[in-house]
């Protein structure tokens, strides 16, 4: 299937938006700013069109590792300063570079994320100096300083606010950062309206203007590869759900094997299941790991997290019947589900297959209320659900005889 990075990227972004939100209280864009600012210098460096490209996709992704709940339990205080601790925070660097192993760039590349807070005089996480830094780390490494230091949303060319971060980089040339670096963000800042681009109304446009587009020829496994790296990173988010997309790709695995489904439709599920619960990074954390009674409010958040995810997945071409399977997989067949309130005329095989297994693996895993539950008690619940035609009667008899033999 002919696959549109930039779809895939955007829709990516938007995703890494909504975790910036629920970690920070507001979306900063600071992902969107390094990926320009990126951009821009490796432009004006002479790097190949198809570098620059991916020079994007890696500052876009730069923190992606920080999406891990553990790297958020111990943190306190407001939006700036949880990004800068998370920011020194080792591990988002090592995970990050872990989650994008299977990402479809355009050429081979190593070590990018990992070193992205490296400095040119060595004294970065890992130590490593100079040329030794890949150029594309130095350069994220480079903008995203900027964006921690500076509120780059509000500097307006020839005030004092710019001189004050010309004059930081110019402290910091041989130190933090290379002096080739340096000279082209110095030619760059030089560009007509370059900070107006950077302010929040704006930054999302200009990206899309500056980025050259690419698609590439992908199998469905490589989808699949690439899908299964975000799912890792919706998994991530609470402790509760560390294995549920995963699982949930498992158990669909195996139904489709018994069905019988062809290759494709096979394919696109397990993709659905990578992605269904992607809405869920924009719910707060202390409403999805919430022990107690959810009240109204709350609950209606947790309600949108379908929505979320089908307006993130509907964007990217070829990814119509996924965004449909992985949308619906909260509707009930009498009407009562969410976020559309479907009924059983208006949801297709695949669509309630996925919701009776998207139940079924929540079942079996510990939630904050209520512990594991083995396969008999999972059953009893699946079948008083079907009884009350909220889920398909057929598919919940195929679930127990193919999961029956599993405690
Ligand atoms: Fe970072
Ligand atoms: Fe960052
Ligand atoms: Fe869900
Ligand atoms: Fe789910």
Redesign the pocket.
Known sequence: MLFCLNDFLRSVANTIDVVETDIFGVPTNHSKRIAYISSKIAVELGLPIQDVFDLISFAIL??NGASLKVLHDSLRGDSKERLSLI?NMQE??IIGEENIKHYPFLNTHHNIIKY??ERYDGSGFFNIAGDDIPVMSQIINFA?TLDLNYDLRNVKKSSSFEERIVDFIEQQRNKFFSTQIVDAFFNVIEEDNFWDKLSNQVIEAALKEDTPSFSKDLTYEQIHNVTKTFSKIIDAKSQFTQAHSAGLADKVERMAAFYDINHEDKMKLLIAADLHDLGKLAVKNDILDKPGNLTREEFEEIKAHPSVTRSCLQEIKGFQDIAEWAGNHHEKLDGTGYPRGLSSNQLDFHSRLLACLDIYQALREERPYRKEMSHIEAMTILRRMANENLIDAEIVKDIDNIFREER
């Open positions: 730069h923190d920011e988002h660097c992205h807070h995203d």
